[in-house]
């Protein structure tokens, strides 16, 4: 795939998903992230994983399936990589405040995008933590 159709899918993606609101278990990061891996690789993970509707719920989910956190969920399919080879469309993960839960984002290029409770949100490419990058492909 080259750079030009990676970055007209984030563009599309990025349009479908801004106006759409946030609701555990039906469209939140998770549910946006697998959304994207399966427009991008026709993979879909998260079908399998039992319904939750709160973020305690979804704690809950991942502790019953002997996961300690999303991270280690995406380590079960992807591999981590470092911040510097990350490549448009990887997949990376963000604590947004007193979050229990790892939020996982779509890397752009300059920087990741998010769903949270507030929309879509951007985090540049510095605030980025090195520790929770996966390649995708």
Known sequence: MNIN????????????FKSVPFVWGKSDCACFASEWVKRLTGRDIISQIPSYSSETEACKVLFNLGLSGQEDL??????????RNLK??????????????????VYTGMSAMFKSHKGVQVIQYVNL???FCWSVK
């Open 74 to 83: 995406l380590d079960d399919y992807y591999i981590r990589t470092n911040k």
């Open 5 to 16: 159709d990676i970055d007209l899918k984030i563009q599309q993606f990025y349009n479908d």
């Open 88 to 105: 448009r469309g990887d997949l990376v993960g963000h604590y947004f405040g007193d979050d229990k839960i790892m939020s996982i984002g």
């Open 129 to 131: 933590d090195d520790a």
